[in-house]
């Protein structure tokens, strides 16, 4: 109904304007009609100007601009081709670029990761007398810290995941994960085909793929159990397929979980060290981090150091963000 508002709009302006007119000339009757219209259209200020405080209190102004706005960049396009052509794919770039970014943080941030205690889920790191941060961790220091406050925490895991290069049945570049044996336990990661792994399959190379490793290495393949998968110069024999919301604990999905004793499948980063792997736990219901943090502490700063610029002060735990988590209230 634009144009009806519009009219009443212009009827009411009209009618205030003759209203004073009208009085004025009762006031001074040598007034002419057209000299007290004169004079009422002064005192009644710039018609325009009440039509756009009309049109505001209406609420259809905004989109009144917004048409101009659109108007004078369409008219601007056409001047310069170039230009716009331009803008419209830096702007669908940007767009492409923050819509990516959100995904991702949405998946890894705002959402829980997918595994048994989520809540209670901490990485563990060391900190320097210099104030450095240390997140990895040998062998030997793993099996320290595990018994060192072994009664507040349901259990530890070790984890490294590097890119790799998958050379049958497909030749593509692979992320792979080598973990602790209790990694399938202790997170709650179940099979969809086969089976995880348990203590027995520490020495053997095996493989469970995750859903996107099973449908990106063995085409989905129902009877993937059995089949082998060479990573680098090995062959890992696959014993099972993760169900799908198992997505392991890193921010990139690998495509399969190796024994942390089979770490051949890596490109070897290490030189001539011990390997190294990130630490995490769930803490038991009920275990503040503060109190687990300083049971550690005590621990990692006995561990031995090559350096004494290396040597560790203390330990930190480091909550991984999940929805709904207040990390001040969490302790950390």
């Excluded at 219209?37 to 009440?50: C, K, N, Q, T, W």
């Excluded at 917004?66 to 081709?81: G, M, N």
Aim: hydrophobic share 40%; net charge negative.
């Amino acid at each position: 109904h634009r144009g009806k508002v519009e009219e009443e709009i212009s009827e009411e302006m009209r009618f205030h304007v003759e209203s004073a007119a009208e009085e004025m000339r009762r006031r001074d009757a040598s007034l002419s009609v057209e000299e007290s219209l004169r004079r009422a259209r002064i005192e009644f200020g710039s018609l325009e100007s009440h039509r756009e405080e009309a049109r505001e209190a209406y609420g259809y102004r905004p989109f009144d601009e917004i048409a101009a706005d659109v108007r004078y960049a369409l008219r601007s396009f056409r001047k310069r081709p170039v230009f716009a052509a331009v803008s419209v794919l830096v702007l669908a770039t940007a767009s492409g670029a923050n819509s990516t970014f959100f995904s991702f943080y949405s998946s890894y941030v705002l959402k829980p990761l997918a595994i048994h205690g989520a809540e209670r889920h901490y990485r563990l790191e060391g900190i320097t007398g210099q104030g450095q941060t240390r997140r990895s961790w040998t062998q030997e220091e793993f099996d320290k810290l595990q018994q060192a406050d072994a009664g507040s925490w349901e259990g530890f895991y070790g984890e490294r995941t590097r890119q790799t290069m998958a050379i049958a049945p497909v030749q593509a570049q692979a992320f792979v994960s080598a973990v602790s044996l209790n990694y399938f336990s202790l997170l709650g990661g179940s099979a969809a085909i086969g089976r995880t792994w348990d203590a027995s399959d520490g020495n053997d190379p095996v493989i469970v793929l995750s859903d996107s490793g099973w449908r990106r290495l063995l085409r989905g393949d129902p009877q993937a159990v059995g089949q082998t998968v060479q990573l680098r110069n090995t062959r890992f024999t696959v014993i099972g397929v993760a169900q799908p919301q198992f997505t392991g604990t890193e921010m990139v999905i690998p495509d399969g979980w190796v024994p942390a004793s089979h770490r051949e499948a890596m490109i070897p980063e290490d030189g001539a060290g011990a390997p190294r792997f990130q630490v995490g736990g769930i803490l038991r219901s009920g275990v503040s981090a503060a109190a687990a943090e300083a049971a550690l502490s005590g621990t990692a700063s006995a561990l031995p150091a090559s350096r004494e610029e290396d040597r560790l002060q203390r330990a930190r735990l480091h909550h991984v963000p999940s929805a709904g988590d207040n990390e001040e209230d969490a302790g950390v």
